[in-house]
């Protein structure tokens, strides 16, 4: 069996919150979390705003220090030591494109910055012929390596930062709600752009976003995520179409389908009750305090990730 590319294993992300004059307690952003990517693969992460989709990402890069567990790129392990080379290999693409570009730089200096820092140009000449190359990978033209990021709509930022992504060739790039922040007919144009590189380059995505329906389209496998935990996992089609948890169907059942008709005559899972604070997580399963189909069992012990078939995790006592 092939290595995957990136092979996540018990990640926790614990943040340390004060809630006292000398009391501190940690809130459980993530909290051991596995999963594997391959080589050229888009796995989709979905979830409601604050179930730590971001922090899963970030981890992964070591933009935050993980409290525990381990990430491998290509069999070896992403550690504090070798970030630095390892970031070659792995970039990321931010949700704001335009808080996350350098409004005192220009086109040409964001993208080569990349360039600068690992040395991979041998003069002038080349730099700028790698920097149009990958402008013009994203849509750009060569007039624009001299504008700045404000002059620019937010479809055009955000390809910026794809092409600062793909300045240094990695293999994998997290992709951070890329396209929640752009009108919906650029976001088409994003997207479509995302898999053609794919298909050209051979990189493999992490594509976190809160659009079921976007994720559907560009992801291989998608894992949803409740309250900083991965609560089922599968092919694109499997959790889209016969998902078995129930806050996966619920999240299913709220996907917004263009036929009248159907839309009528469909059943709407409504959740009760709010998230739970991450503070002061339930015992056992964390969503069973708005799960309908909550037992005892289910306050006890949290369910693992459980082969359905056909790699089809889920992780509930009960579905």
Same mark, same amino acid.
């Given at each position: 069996?092939?290595?995957?590319?990136?092979?996540?294993?018990?990640?926790?992300?614990?943040?340390?919150?004060?809630?006292?004059?000398?009391?501190?307690?940690?809130?459980?952003?993530?909290?051991?979390?596995?999963?594997?990517?391959?080589?050229? $693969?888009?796995?989709?992460?979905?979830?409601?705003?604050?179930?730590?989709?971001?922090?899963?990402? #970030?981890?992964?890069?070591?933009?935050? $220090?993980?409290?525990?567990?381990?990430?491998?790129?290509?069999?070896?392990?992403?550690?504090?030591?070798?970030?630095?080379?390892?970031?070659?290999?792995?970039?990321?693409?931010?949700?704001?494109?335009?808080?996350?570009?350098?409004?005192?730089?220009?086109?040409?200096?964001?993208?080569?910055?990349?360039?600068?820092?690992?040395?991979?140009? $041998?003069?002038?000449?080349?730099?700028?012929?790698?920097?149009?190359?990958?402008?013009?990978?994203?849509?750009?033209?060569?007039?624009?390596?001299?504008?700045?990021?404000?002059?620019?709509?937010?479809?055009?930022?955000?390809?910026?930062?794809?092409?600062?992504?793909?300045?240094?060739?990695?293999?994998?790039?997290?992709?951070?709600?890329?396209?929640?922040?752009?009108?919906?007919?650029?976001?088409?144009?994003?997207?479509?752009?995302?898999?053609?590189?794919?298909?050209?380059?051979?990189?493999?995505?992490?594509?976190?976003?809160?659009?079921?329906?976007?994720?559907?389209?560009?992801?291989?496998?998608?894992?949803?995520?409740?309250?900083?935990?991965?609560? $089922?996992?599968?092919?694109?089609?499997?959790?889209?179409?016969?998902?078995?948890?129930?806050?996966?169907?619920?999240?299913?059942?709220?996907?917004?389908?263009?036929?009248?008709?159907?839309? #009528?005559?469909?059943?709407?899972?409504?959740?009760?009750?709010?998230?739970?604070?991450?503070?002061?997580?339930?015992?056992?399963?964390?969503?069973?305090?708005?799960?309908?189909?909550?037992?005892?069992?289910?306050?006890?012990?949290?369910?693992?990730?459980?082969?359905?078939?056909?790699?089809?995790?889920?992780?509930?006592?009960?579905?």
């Amino acid at each position: 069996m092939s290595t995957p590319l990136i092979d996540v294993r018990n990640l926790k992300q614990y943040f340390p919150v004060k809630t006292g004059l000398f009391k501190t307690e940690f809130l459980k952003a993530v909290d051991d979390v596995s999963f594997s990517i391959n080589a050229g $693969e888009t796995l989709g992460l979905v979830g409601e705003s604050g179930c730590g989709k971001t922090t899963v990402g #970030r981890s992964i890069l070591r933009l935050y $220090e993980p409290t525990a567990g381990e990430v491998l790129y290509d069999g070896v392990p992403v550690t504090a030591k070798n970030i630095g080379r390892m970031r070659q290999n792995m970039q990321m693409v931010f949700q704001d494109p335009y808080s996350s570009l350098d409004p005192r730089m220009t086109v040409e200096d964001i993208i080569g910055e990349p360039l600068d820092v690992h040395k991979l140009y $041998e003069n002038k000449a080349e730099r700028r012929e790698k920097i149009l190359t990958l402008m013009d990978y994203v849509g750009l033209n060569a007039e624009h390596a001299t504008r700045y990021a404000h002059e620019f709509s937010g479809g055009q930022r955000q390809r910026i930062g794809i092409a600062r992504a793909l300045a240094v060739n990695p293999k994998f790039i997290v992709c951070d709600e890329p396209v929640s922040a752009l009108d919906v007919s650029i976001q088409a144009q994003v997207i479509n752009m995302f898999e053609d590189l794919q298909v050209k380059l051979g990189v493999a995505y992490l594509f976190i976003a809160h659009d079921l329906l976007v994720v559907h389209h560009i992801s291989q496998r998608i894992a949803v995520m409740y309250l900083g935990k991965i609560v $089922e996992m599968g092919k694109a089609d499997d959790v889209n179409y016969t998902s078995i948890h129930p806050y996966t169907q619920s999240l299913m059942s709220a996907v917004p389908i263009p036929d009248p008709d159907y839309t #009528r005559q469909r059943h709407r899972i409504v959740l009760q009750g709010d998230v739970p604070s991450p503070l002061h997580m339930p015992t056992g399963c964390p969503f069973r305090t708005r799960c309908r189909y909550a037992c005892d069992k289910c306050a006890q012990e949290m369910p693992p990730l459980t082969d359905r078939g056909g790699g089809h995790m889920v992780a509930c006592w009960v579905k």
